[in-house]
């Protein structure tokens, strides 16, 4: 699959920027080594809850069918011109 952006962490600014690429209709893929969104505010534990706003922006991004999430993955090398 071809990506017109890549963002690599899926925290609330990830999270923010892979809203608004998507809102253009670009095709979007969101990559972060861990097994969910949150970054370093969600690292409280099973237990603690995401922030109700960041909520919301996960679920709206869930709806779009252009944004591909890829949890526990990294990037290790990228060259420009080629395929994600």
Known sequence: MKFHTIILGAGPSGLAAALAASESGA?????????????QIWRGGAHQQ???????????????????????????????????
């Open 27 to 39: 095709n979007v893929a969101v990559i972060d080594d861990n097994f969910t969104t949150g970054g």
């Open 50 to 84: 995401k922030d109700p706003r960041a909520q919301a922006m996960w679920t709206e991004l869930n709806n779009r069918n252009h944004v591909h999430f890829y949890f526990q993955s990294k990037v290790i090398q990228a060259h420009s011109g080629t395929d994600a």
